[in-house]
């Protein structure tokens, strides 16, 4: 028995639900790649209680003056395509009696939705909940005029000032916002970083499962910590079509258009553990364009890089660049 554990944005899925949900305010995306570039930022500097993924908390006071709220979540879900063969992979995985789970950082009703369409049933989905009744409650009036003036302090900020863009975040967030009733959204616990982690061992529990037992399927900063833990646990941590971020924690990347290439990996770990996925890499090495299998570990994930950049700006366009 195997449980394998896929990440949503990316593995399954190309869009990126809050990069597209931020779209629907005006200059949405440029802010929330300001705001994901800050979260990137804290996540690496190890802010204590942050995990990687918070923008997701982040974004909500910018949506909320905007008025967007959970039906705009379903109607962006809504046309998000699948990866290549990511319900093929669920099916296949299903027909070899392991278990299949998804944890994301989404907020739920895009993980739920992602999650019916390749066949993962509900109580085995990990994902960000929200509250958009609750927040649109805490709307203040003075709290619009606030936020709407520091958007517009977010945006004038470059692009490439790391310094700057996290000294005016921080201000924002932490010693204006949390004063406000608004400020109930940054108590928000987005399912990433540790939490992934927490949510894998969970699942695995609930089988009675080791993680040396478990896959985690990942593809970004999110996932890293989860990638790691699966790969000190002896389990096997596979990035697909990964960035730099991600694929340092991996056992095994994956650059490929069609999530049906991880199944040879997943065979050979089902049969011959750790050991018998490095053979199978090492056996079969990559002679097209179209799939290119690598072993990641002493360094080997810089090599990967560059095709893993590819496939990532080939199949999720603009929010390859987001962390």
């Not at 790691?228 to 941590?237: I, K, N, P, S, Y």
């Not at 056996?283 to 994930?301: I, K, N, Q, V």
Request: charged share 25%.
């Amino acid at each position: 028995m195997l449980l394998v554990a896929f990440d949503l944005e990316g593995p399954l899925s190309p869009q990126d639900n809050a990069y597209e949900l931020m779209a629907l305010i005006p200059d949405g995306r440029r802010l929330f790649e300001r705001l994901s570039r800050y979260d990137d930022l804290l996540a690496l500097s190890g802010r204590p209680d942050y995990e990687a993924g918070d923008t997701l908390k982040l974004i909500v006071p910018f949506l909320l003056v905007h008025g967007i709220n959970e039906g705009h979540i379903r109607q962006v879900s809504g046309k998000a395509p699948l990866v290549a063969g990511a319900s093929e992979c669920v099916q296949a995985i299903w027909a070899r009696n392991w278990q299949p789970c998804l944890i994301s950082t989404s907020y739920a009703p895009h993980a739920l939705n992602i999650a019916h369409q390749v066949g993962i049933p509900p109580d085995w989905v990990a994902a960000t909940e929200v509250a958009f009744d609750v927040w649109e409650g805490a709307m203040t009036e003075d709290a619009y005029g606030f936020i709407l003036s520091w958007q517009r302090r977010i945006l004038e900020c470059p692009a490439d000032d790391d310094e700057s863009l996290k000294r005016l975040c921080d201000e924002f967030f932490w010693q204006h916002l949390v004063k406000f009733p608004i400020g109930i959204v940054l108590e928000l616990k987005v399912v990433g970083g540790k939490r992934k982690t927490e949510a894998l061992k969970a699942f695995a529990a609930r089988l009675g499962l080791p993680l040396s037992r478990c896959a985690a399927i990942g593809d970004s900063i999110t996932d890293a910590h989860l990638l790691q833990t699966v790969r000190d646990e002896g389990g096997l941590a596979i990035v697909f079509n990964g960035n730099e971020y991600a694929l340092p924690y991996g056992n095994v990347g994956v650059a490929a258009g069609d999530l049906r290439t991880v199944l040879p990996l997943l065979d050979a770990f089902a049969e011959s553990g750790r050991e018998g996925v490095r053979e199978w890499v090492e056996s079969h090495p990559s002679e097209d364009e179209a799939t290119h299998y690598h072993w990641l570990e002493e360094d080997g994930w810089q090599k990967a890089l560059p095709f893993h950049r590819r496939w990532r700006q080939q199949l999720r366009g603009q929010a390859a660049k987001l962390g």
